[in-house]
């Protein structure tokens, strides 16, 4: 029932910062936990990092950790996630997404887990 869509992706320099954003809409809003997940052709999503909508609880990727920020406006319905000093290696599409169930039930990093999903934005990082 809601929909999520992602922007903000595009062609970088190695070093560089881009900020995607992804904006809850069609309904009501009611998932728990919403994060970022990334896919390059032939190889599974991986998860980036997730929050928690209440209390902005998070958690990263060990690849991403340190130089990637997720955050959120609640009174927006609007996820962010800020990546710094971009390197090749983050090139993919990255997607949006939303989970009903709660932050202590498990699976954070499990795609499966996930309800709502946006239709990716891409982020090409350039050496």
């Known amino acids: 029932q809601v929909q999520l869509v992602e922007s903000g992706g595009g062609l970088v320099q190695a070093g560089g910062s881009l900020r995607l954003s992804c904006v809850a809409s069609?309904?009501?809003?009611?998932?728990?936990?919403m994060g970022w997940f990334r896919q390059v052709p032939g190889k599974e999503r991986e998860f980036v990092a997730a929050?928690?909508?209440?209390?902005?609880?998070?958690l990263y990727a060990d690849s991403v950790k340190g130089r990637f920020t997720i955050s959120r406006d609640n009174a927006k319905n609007t996820l962010y996630l800020q990546m710094n000093r971009l390197i090749p290696d983050d090139t993919a599409a990255y997607y949006c997404?939303?989970?009903?169930?709660?932050?202590?039930?498990?699976?954070?990093?499990?795609?499966?887990?996930?309800?709502?999903w946006g239709q990716g934005t891409q982020v090409t990082v350039s050496s």
């Open positions: 069609g309904g009501t809003f009611s998932s728990s936990v």
């Open positions: 929050i928690s909508w209440s209390s902005g609880s998070t």
């Open positions: 997404a939303g989970r009903t169930r709660g932050w202590y039930g498990g699976g954070l990093r499990d795609l499966k887990t996930y309800d709502y």
